[in-house]
């Protein structure tokens, strides 16, 4: 099983990404994900850089490159607007109370 239910098909007589490595990474992603990183969280630059391994009965490297090609832009969004991935915490939510410098102070009374 791979990455949010994602299903890749694998080449049988032919090389694919190896299996193992695939889902690892996958699995790491996910949490990361889900606001529940195992290890350190997951950034899109290291899914952009990520390199795996090839044997034969591996998963179709087209379908993996695209799955990750949309992981790596979900990550992307997340970070630019502030979310947690990359820094631990749950990354659909964003920071809840914002940047500093967007957070008001309390009104002054005289």
Same mark, same amino acid.
């Given at each position: 099983?791979?990455?949010?239910?994602?299903?890749?098909?694998?080449?049988?007589?032919?090389? +694919? &990404?190896?299996?193992?490595? @695939? #889902?690892?990474? $996958? !699995? *790491? /992603? =996910?949490?990361? %994900?889900?606001?529940?990183?195992?290890?350190?969280?997951?950034?899109?630059?290291?899914?952009?850089?990520?390199?795996?391994?090839?044997?034969?009965? +591996? &998963?179709?490297?087209?379908? @993996? #490159?695209?799955? $990750? !090609? *949309? /992981? =790596?832009?979900? %990550?992307?969004?997340?970070?630019?607007?502030?979310?947690?991935?990359?820094?631990?915490?749950?990354?659909?939510?964003?920071?809840?109370?914002?940047?500093?410098?967007?957070?008001?102070?309390?009104?002054?009374?005289?």
């Amino acid at each position: 099983m791979a990455s949010q239910g994602q299903r890749f098909r694998r080449k049988a007589l032919r090389r +694919g &990404y190896k299996v193992d490595e @695939v #889902d690892a990474f $996958l !699995d *790491r /992603v =996910e949490a990361t %994900l889900d606001g529940q990183p195992v290890g350190a969280p997951v950034a899109s630059q290291e899914v952009h850089d990520v390199v795996f391994r090839v044997r034969f009965n +591996g &998963y179709d490297e087209w379908q @993996v #490159d695209l799955h $990750l !090609d *949309r /992981v =790596e832009r979900q %990550l992307a969004e997340l970070e630019e607007r502030g979310g947690a991935a990359g820094r631990g915490g749950d990354p659909r939510m964003g920071d809840r109370l914002g940047p500093p410098e967007r957070m008001a102070a309390p009104p002054m009374r005289d």
